[in-house]
C-alpha cells in the first residue's frame, strides 16, 4: 500500500511540472538534439555530432559570468544543504537559477542520518523519476539549460537506500580479486545510472600506512601496487556503465602527522622520492589505465603549501604529467582550510582565488553554493582573476558532461527499468561471494576449523559484537538493507542440530575509553557481572565463538586512535572465556590491524572479518562450518605495537631489522622486533604446493618484457583459493629503494590435487625507479623474482640481469 502511494506521489508531481511546462518548453525537445539554451537555433554544443572540444569551446562562449561561475561549485542535495526534495518557485530566487556544476548525493539515505530519509529514495523508479523531475527542471528553467552532474560516495556499494551491499573497502582489498573489483565497479556504475546518478565517488586510493589512522578502513591497503591494481579495476567497472569515476584523495592525504585526523587532517612527513614511489603512484597508474573522469583534491597539505591551492599538484602533476583530462573536485573544507586552517591567504576570498589558480574545478562542501560563487563572482568583476582561467575551469566540467552524454541524453531514459536494474538477485549472491573473499583466516591450530555441525552440541556465541548489525551498514554504504549478525547466521547455519545460545559478555568500550586506553580503570560490578554471565554459558558449551572488534563509533573518518588493542573490556572477556578451558575462536569485526598478541598466542583460531556488508552472519556462520573455504590475504601489516609504527611493507632494506646482538655496538634486547601478520598473509583449510618457475629471458635490455610462470598444485583434500604473489628485488640501484616490491598477483582456484600453471609479464615499468635525477629509469644489474604466500612467505626465486 505505502508502495503504491509513493508511486502516485511522484506521478501526480511529475503530471503537475510535466504539464505546467509544457505549453512553453517541450519545444525544446527535437528529434535528435535538444535546443537547451531555448532560442530555436541547434547551437554547436546541441549538435550530437560535433566534435568534443568545438561543443565545449562553442558552449563557454554563449555563457555569461554568473553562469560560468555556478558551474563551479556542488550545491549539497536534500537534508544536507538542499531543503527541497523537489524543485519549488523559490528555485528562481537561487542563486541556481543560472545552473549549478553537480548535486551531491541528492535523495541518497545515509543509514544514520535520520534526517535525509525520505520517500523519494525507494523504489528505485520513484528515485529516477524524481531526479529526472529536477534535472529537467535545470535543463528548461535556466537560460542555458546545462544539466547538472548527479553525484553520490560509493565506495563499497553506492551510497543510496537498498542498493547492492559491500564489505568496506579493506575487506574488498583483503580478496586480491581483480576480476571480483571490476564487477564491484559494473555493479555501483550500473546502480547509480538507473537511479540517476552520473558520478561515483569512488575508489579511495590512499595508501593507508598508519594503522592508528581511521580511515584505513576506507582504504584498499598500504601496499601502491596493489592499491592501484584493484582501483584500475573499479574505475573501469564503474564507467563501463557510463558513469564518471572521482578518485580520493588526492594527494598525500593518508599520512597526517600521528595519523591524527578530524581537525588536524595536515602535515605529512614524506620525502619526495617516497611521495612518487608511494603515494602518488596509485593515481598516476590508474589515471594513465583508466581515465577516470574525476579527482577529489584532498585537504592537506604538502610541504607547507595546500594541495588545493597547489598550481604544481592540480595542473602540473595531475593534468600535465599524469594526463588527467577530468574535473577536479575538493573534499569537504579543503578551500576553507587554505586560509582558516593553513594560514596561506589572508582571507577566504584570496582562499577561493588561489584554489582556481591552481587547478581547481568545483568546490564542493557542507555549504551553500553562493558561499564560493559570491567571492568568486567579486574576484572576476575586481579583476584578480582572468576569464581565461575562468573560461578553462568551466570547460573542464562540461568537457565531463559531454562525455556522460548530459547534453545528448540528460534523463533517465526508463525510470521503471530501475527497479529491475538495482539491487538484483545476481548482485545479491555476488555481495554474498565478496564478503566471503574479504575474510581472512589469521590463525587455525591443529585444524579446530572447520567446525563439524555433526560432532558439536553447545556453542556460545559471544562478544559486543555477536548479535549487532550497525557495522554492516558502516559510512558511506547502502542504507536499510536486511542484516543478519553472526550469532543469528551461526544460529540458522547450524539449525536444529545445535543448541546455540548468545550472551553479550561486554561492551565495544568502557565509560572511560579512550582514556582507559592509557589508564586502565577497574571493571564495574556491571562490567564484571557480564562477563561472569558469559563465562556461565561457556562452561557449558562445547565450543566458544568470541566476536569482538571496532564498531563504527570506533573506527572510520575523525576516529583515529592512540592504540591498536582491542578497546574497551573485550580483552578481558576473552581471557575470562579463555581460562575456562573451551576452545575459543575468535571472530574479529574491524577497520584497521589489531595488536592482538595475547589472543593470537593464546586462542586456537582467529577469523579476520573486517566491516563485512549485511551478509555478515551468514558468510562468517559458511566459513567457521567449512561450507566455505577462507582464501582472503592481508592487505596490511597487522604490528605488534603501536611503538613499532611505521612498520610496513614495502620498505627501505633495514629500516625494520633487528637491532645487533653482537659486536662494538650491541644494544642488547631491548625491543619487540617483526610483524604479528605480514603484508599479504592467509591461511587456508586446505594446501599448496609451488614449483617450476621460469623466469625468460635470464638477460634482457632495458626496455624489454620479462615472462614469469610457475606451477601451484593444491596438495589438500578440499578445494581453495591461494593469492599468488609475485614480488621483484632491485639487488643494486643507484639509490636506496624497497627491499622487494609487489608487481604481480593472482587469485588461483584449486580443487583437491589440481594445478595450474601462473603467468605474469614484468614490463619495464614494473622494474623503474626513481633516480638521483628523480626521472623513472630502469637501471642495469641483477633483478630477483620472488613468488610466495605472503611477502615474508617466499616459495620459489629466480635472478635476471638487466643490460
Not at 574576484?379 to 582572468?386: A, K, N, Q, R, V
Not at 573506527?555 to 573485550?570: F, H
Amino acid at each position: 500500500m505505502i508502495f503504491k502511494q509513493q508511486k502516485l506521489l511522484v506521478l501526480l508531481i511529475t503530471s503537475f511540472l510535466f504539464i505546467g511546462m509544457k505549453s512553453e518548453k517541450d519545444n525544446i525537445y527535437h528529434k535528435d538534439w535538444i535546443d537547451f539554451n531555448k532560442n530555436g537555433t541547434k547551437e554547436v554544443f546541441e549538435d550530437s555530432k560535433a566534435p568534443l572540444e568545438a561543443r565545449v569551446k562553442n558552449l563557454v562562449s554563449l555563457m555569461n559570468v554568473n553562469e560560468k561561475t555556478c558551474q563551479l561549485t556542488t550545491l549539497y542535495g536534500f537534508a544536507r544543504v538542499l531543503q527541497d526534495e523537489l524543485p519549488t518557485d523559490q528555485w528562481k530566487n537561487e542563486v541556481w537559477k543560472d545552473g549549478i556544476a553537480n548535486i551531491d548525493e541528492h535523495l541518497n539515505t545515509i543509514w544514520n542520518q535520520e534526517k535525509t530519509h525520505t520517500k523519494y529514495a525507494f523504489p528505485y523508479s520513484t528515485h529516477a523519476e524524481t531526479i529526472n523531475i529536477v534535472q529537467k527542471w535545470f535543463v528548461e528553467e535556466t537560460r542555458m539549460g546545462i544539466p547538472v552532474d548527479f553525484t553520490n560516495e560509493g565506495i563499497h556499494g553506492l551510497c543510496h537506500e537498498k542498493a547492492t551491499p559491500l564489505p568496506a573497502p579493506i575487506g574488498i582489498g583483503s580478496t586480491w580479486n581483480k576480476e571480483l573489483v571490476y564487477k564491484a565497479g559494473s555493479i555501483v556504475g550500473r546502480e547509480a545510472k538507473a537511479l540517476g546518478y552520473t558520478n561515483v565517488y569512488a575508489p579511495i586510493l590512499d595508501v593507508a600506512r598508519d594503522p592508528r589512522w581511521g580511515r584505513v578502513i576506507e582504504c584498499y591497503g598500504e601496499e601502491p601496487y596493489h592499491i592501484s591494481e584493484l582501483g584500475k579495476q573499479m574505475v573501469l567497472g564503474i564507467q563501463s556503465e557510463g558513469v564518471a569515476s572521482t578518485l580520493k584523495h588526492f594527494a598525500v592525504y593518508s599520512v597526517p602527522k600521528g595519523a591524527r585526523d578530524g581537525e588536524a587532517r595536515t602535515d605529512p612527513h614524506v620525502a619526495p622520492r617516497e611521495m612518487f614511489q608511494m603515494y602518488l603512484y596509485p593515481f598516476e597508474k590508474v589515471i594513465k589505465e583508466a581515465a577516470p573522469m574525476g579527482v577529489m583534491s584532498s585537504y592537506n597539505d604538502y610541504d607547507g603549501v595546500p594541495i588545493t591551492g597547489s598550481h604544481y599538484f592540480l595542473t602540473e602533476l595531475l593534468r600535465e604529467k599524469f594526463g588527467f583530462n577530468g574535473y577536479v573536485v575538493s573534499d569537504s573544507e579543503a578551500v576553507e582550510y587554505v586560509s582558516d586552517k593553513h594560514h596561506v591567504a589572508k582571507d577566504y576570498k584570496e582562499a577561493v582565488r588561489q584554489v582556481i589558480e591552481a587547478g581547481l574545478n568545483v568546490r564542493t562542501t557542507f555549504r551553500t553554493p553562493e558561499s564560493f560563487i559570491e567571492p568568486l563572482r567579486e574576484l572576476i568583476h575586481d579583476g584578480e582573476i582572468s576569464m581565461k582561467t575562468i573560461d578553462a575551469r568551466v570547460a573542464d566540467v562540461l568537457r565531463v558532461k559531454f562525455r556522460l552524454g548530459l547534453f545528448d541524453s540528460p534523463y533517465v531514459k526508463d525510470t521503471k527499468a530501475a527497479d529491475k536494474l538495482v539491487h538484483t538477485k545476481e548482485d545479491q549472491a555476488f555481495s554474498k561471494q565478496i564478503n566471503r573473499e574479504a575474510l581472512v583466516l589469521l590463525k587455525n591450530e591443529n585444524n579446530l576449523l572447520p567446525l563439524d555441525v555433526n560432532e558439536i552440541k553447545n556453542i556460545l556465541v559471544t562478544g559486543p559484537l555477536a548479535d549487532e548489525t550497525s557495522f554492516t551498514y558502516s559510512r558511506y554504504g547502502p542504507a536499510f538493507n536486511p542484516s543478519t549478525s553472526v550469532y543469528q547466521g551461526i544460529k540458522k547455519y547450524a539449525g536444529t542440530k545445535v543448541d546455540v545460545n548468545y550472551v553479550k559478555g561486554c561492551d565495544v568500550i568502557d565509560p572511560n575509553w579512550p582514556e582507559s586506553e592509557i589508564i586502565p580503570t577497574p571493571l564495574s560490578r556491571k562490567e564484571q557481572e557480564d562477563i561472569d554471565a558469559a563465562v556461565e554459558q561457556a562452561k557449558k558449551s562445547d565450543i566458544i565463538i568470541a566476536v569482538v572488534g571496532e564498531d563504527d563509533n570506533t573506527v572510520g573518518e575523525s576516529k583515529s586512535r592512540t592504540s591498536l588493542d582491542l578497546p574497551g573490556r573485550q580483552l578481558q572477556l576473552v581471557q575470562a572465556l579463555y581460562a575456562t578451558g573451551k576452545p575459543v575462536v575468535l571472530v574479529l569485526i574491524n577497520g584497521q590491524p589489531l595488536t592482538i598478541n595475547w589472543e593470537n598466542k593464546f586462542l586456537p583460531a582467529i577469523l579476520e572479518a573486517w566491516f563485512p556488508s549485511t551478509a555478515a552472519g551468514e558468510v562468517i556462520a559458511e566459513t567457521l562450518f567449512g561450507a566455505y573455504n577462507p582464501g582472503g590475504k592481508l592487505s596490511v601489516t597487522f604490528p605488534k605495537s603501536v611503538g613499532q609504527i611505521p612498520l610496513n611493507f614495502p620498505f627501505k632494506p633495514g629500516s625494520q631489522a633487528g637491532q645487533p646482538g653482537a659486536g662494538p655496538n650491541r644494544a642488547g634486547n631491548t625491543r619487540v622486533l617483526g610483524s604479528l601478520y605480514p603484508f599479504g598473509y592467509g591461511l587456508s583449510y586446505t594446501t599448496f604446493e609451488y614449483s617450476d618457475l621460469k623466469v625468460t629471458p635470464n638477460t634482457i635490455k632495458s626496455q624489454a618484457d620479462v615472462h614469469v610462470s610457475f606451477s601451484i598444485k593444491n596438495t589438500g583434500k578440499r578445494a581453495g583459493d591461494e593469492v599468488v604473489q609475485l614480488y621483484v628485488k632491485d639487488e643494486v640501484s643507484s639509490v636506496t629503494t624497497y627491499d622487494s616490491q609487489l608487481r604481480g598477483f593472482e587469485r588461483i582456484h584449486l580443487k583437491p590435487n589440481e594445478t595450474k600453471t601462473v603467468n605474469f609479464i614484468l614490463h619495464p615499468d614494473d622494474l623503474a625507479i626513481l633516480d638521483k635525477n628523480m626521472n623513472w629509469t630502469v637501471e642495469s644489474g641483477q633483478f630477483e623474482v620472488r613468488i610466495g604466500a605472503s611477502s615474508e612467505d617466499i616459495k620459489l626465486q629466480e635472478k635476471f640481469i638487466v643490460e
